[in-house]
């Protein structure tokens, strides 16, 4: 069955640095793979969708790459700020429908 | 405009009864899943409408939940003969039409069932 898999530990990182966050996936052969912000209490947030035909993909200060040989997203957020921290989830998805990794928790520290 | 709403925001029931979820889709939106969130853990998919096709129901637990779209739009989730394990935030998301290969969800606040 598919398995999707984030850091399931809390990253904390210092305010300004990047902040890395990996998603790797299983069994499974995604058209697309969207990131999700969810902050406590609240329902998850939209951020950014990439394609499989896409390397790379930039908003603002965020930057995902997707390799479909090695089954894995990365997600990085530079100058990092304290308004960023959240759990940050990945859902890689074919059509309409999303499977959600579990999410890693992300805390920048002032 | 407005975004996606759900309610009650919470609901306390006791084991053994039904509990209704509302959802109420962004307007135009064609798509509509229903998620459960239990505490510390990701979201797991329950059951996803789009438009007048035949809901796919894949995810649904057991045959207690299940889920009606009235008029494409409004959706209630119904668990009859609640369990404690119920208990978790569910979650409704609404998405535009496949046409325009735009798959982002937009998620309401939740309801945060809690099954005593």
């Known amino acids: 069955s598919q398995k999707i898999e984030q850091n399931s530990e809390a990253l904390n990182i210092q305010e300004g640095k990047t902040a890395t966050l990996t998603c790797n996936y299983t069994n499974y052969s995604p058209a697309y793979l969207q990131w999700y912000r969810q902050d406590p209490g609240r329902g998850p947030v939209f951020l950014l969708l990439i394609r499989e035909n896409e390397k790379e993909k930039r908003k603002e200060r965020l930057k995902v790459t997707f390799d479909t040989t090695l089954k894995q997203s990365l997600f990085h957020i530079t100058a990092s700020q304290p308004a960023d921290s959240a759990t940050y989830l990945c859902a890689p998805g074919g059509g309409q429908k999303v499977t959600f990794g579990t999410g890693t928790k992300l805390q920048v520290i002032p | 405009g407005a975004g996606v709403s759900q309610s009650p925001s919470n609901k306390v029931t006791e084991k053994g009864k039904d509990v209704e979820l509302r959802c109420d889709p962004i307007?135009?939106?064609?798509?509509l899943y229903w998620y459960r969130q239990s505490l510390g853990q990701g979201l797991e998919f329950l059951i996803y409408f789009q438009g007048n096709s035949a809901p796919d129901k894949s995810g649904l637990p057991s045959d207690r939940f299940s889920a009606e779209r009235t008029g494409g739009s409004v959706s209630t989730l119904t668990i009859q003969r609640t369990q404690q394990e119920d208990s978790a935030v569910y979650l409704c998301?609404?998405?535009?039409?496949?046409?325009?290969?735009?798959?982002?969800?937009?998620f309401g606040p939740g309801t945060r069932l809690t099954v005593t």
């Open positions: 998301a609404s998405s535009q039409s496949k046409r325009s290969h735009s798959y982002e969800q937009y």
């Open positions: 307007s135009g939106h064609t798509a």
